[in-house]
């Protein structure tokens, strides 16, 4: 069974630092999304991350995927309060079906 | 382009009863997939329909069935209700073909008295 697991779970961070969530899962897949979730909101597409060392980047916001290490990192640059949100990534498994982290709630102080 | 569209957006049942929700995806997907959310369980895969066939399906009770209609629109139905199905649910919409992005709803809010 795919295990997608985020750390840290909960994180706070000053306005203007760097830092970078995690996300590890168990099984070969070549499809990583991450996705950011407002509350009570929905979720909204970040990133599509489909080969091994790909990287994109939006804003203040990157993210890569290394397969072999079955690792993708989201970083966060010079954080705004505008980026407080709770963070998932998702593994592809299968057609269309995702498979979630347990999601990192981001606070941003300013 | 309009987004994927679910209705109703908050539902109120009590215990056994049934519930039906929907969901219209982004014109031109043919792919509807179902999660339910949960703060204990996160964020679970219940079903995708792809052209009005189950193509995937997650490690939910029986109790909890879907469908898809030749317009691409899906229906989830929950019938004889727990408390332990109250929770966000939120379909997604994508064109279906391998590696590829899916767009979220607003999702549904249910909650089970």
């Known amino acids: 069974e795919l295990k997608v697991e985020q750390n840290p779970l909960f994180l706070s961070m000053q306005e203007g630092k760097n830092y970078t969530i995690y996300c590890n899962y168990s099984?070969?897949?070549?499809?990583l999304y991450w996705y950011r979730q407002d509350p009570g909101k929905s979720l909204e597409s970040l990133f599509v991350l489909l080969s091994n060392g790909a990287v994109k980047q939006e804003g203040r916001l990157m993210a890569s995927l290394d397969t072999k290490a079955r690792l993708s990192t989201l970083h966060i640059t010079a954080a705004v309060h505008d980026l407080s949100a709770t963070y998932f990534c998702a593994v592809g498994f299968g057609n269309e079906k995702l498979t979630f982290g347990t999601g990192t709630r981001l606070t941003i102080i300013p | 382009k309009a987004g994927v569209t679910q209705t109703p957006r908050y539902l109120i049942k009590t215990r056994g009863q049934q519930v039906t929700l929907s969901c219209s995806p982004i014109?031109?997907?043919?792919?509807v997939s179902w999660y339910q959310q949960t703060p204990g369980q996160g964020l679970q895969f219940l079903f995708e329909?792809?052209?009005?066939?189950?193509?995937n399906k997650g490690n939910f009770p029986g109790r909890f069935s879907g469908r898809q209609f030749s317009n691409s629109r899906s229906e989830m139905n929950v019938s004889t209700l727990e408390l332990g199905d109250s929770a966000l649910y939120l379909c997604?919409?994508?064109?279906?073909?391998?590696?590829?992005?899916?767009?979220f709803g607003p999702g549904t809010r249910l909650t089970v008295l």
């Open positions: 329909y792809f052209s009005e066939t189950q193509r």
């Open positions: 014109s031109g997907h043919r792919s």
């Open positions: 099984t070969t897949s070549d499809r």
């Open positions: 997604a919409s994508s064109s279906g073909q391998y590696i590829n992005e899916q767009f």
